[in-house]
């Protein structure tokens, strides 16, 4: 199956600091991603669709001056999360879906501690 | 009313039992069905696509009744490995649309 990236997987940081998550689309050209919280023993939270070459529709309650994501490339997407607070800590997910697929791929999450 | 409702679990179970898993979904113009599992700890990970025609994978069988919103999934002869949160996942489109997740069934199989 198509194979999406994370990086980084686990970032430890301070508050007020920014984290930059970056999803990467190994072997197919992703027109759309999308960018997921979950929070423990929670469901996945749908915060933002991306889209290459515009911007990002944001889910309703999701800040975007404070989760900025760029899609620039058709196998790039990323989110970040600016001065990050401690309630900002989860485990932050993306995944990707091709012009032809309905299928989405998920990446390998990356885990936020703001501390 | 969620969009997307499963059973709320969760179901324990022993080795080589048979469970299945029920999600109903309310937009009646959904137009692709899935179900994904998650390991603790880890991304969800495509388990199957569901059709109105059903379709089986091995042990497991994904059915969809569209006239009812309902999707399930069957499980047969259970093994620990498949202890997981299984995941109903609906799209409104079939290309580009954004998909609505379940709050997911979680399973544990023991020996």
């Known amino acids: 199956g198509a194979v999406v990236s994370q990086h980084p997987s686990r970032v430890i940081c301070k508050s007020g600091t920014s984290v930059k998550i970056e999803c990467r689309s190994l072997?197919?050209?992703?027109?759309?991603m999308f960018w997921y919280r979950q929070f423990p023993k929670q469901s996945l939270m749908l915060m933002a669709t991306?889209?290459?070459?515009?911007?990002?529709?944001?889910e309703q309650g999701v800040e975007k001056d404070k989760f900025l994501i760029n899609h620039a490339s058709l196998t790039l997407s990323t989110l970040t999360v600016t001065s990050a607070h401690p309630e900002d800590s989860s485990f932050y997910i993306c995944?990707?879906?091709?012009?032809?697929?309905?299928?989405?791929?998920f990446g390998p999450g990356t885990r936020l501690l703001v501390l | 009313r969620k969009e997307v409702e499963q059973d709320p679990g969760p179901f324990n179970v022993p080795e080589g039992a048979t469970v299945a898993f029920n999600c109903t979904y309310s937009?009646?113009?959904?137009?692709?069905f899935f179900w994904y599992r998650q390991d603790c700890r880890k991304e969800p990970k495509l388990l199957m696509s569901v059709y109105s025609s059903g379709n089986e994978d091995g042990r497991f069988t994904a059915q969809l009744n569209r006239a009812s919103q309902y999707i399930s999934l069957l499980i047969r002869d259970s093994k620990l490995s498949d202890s997981a949160t299984y995941l109903c996942?609906?799209?409104?489109?079939?290309?580009?649309?954004?998909?609505?997740f379940g709050d997911g069934t979680t399973l544990t199989v023991k020996p």
């Open positions: 991306s889209n290459e070459g515009s911007k990002a529709t944001y």
């Open positions: 996942v609906v799209n409104k489109d079939t290309n580009a649309g954004k998909s609505t």
């Open positions: 072997d197919f050209q992703a027109t759309t």
């Open positions: 995944s990707a879906r091709d012009y032809h697929g309905e299928t989405q791929y």
């Open positions: 937009n009646s113009a959904s137009q692709s």
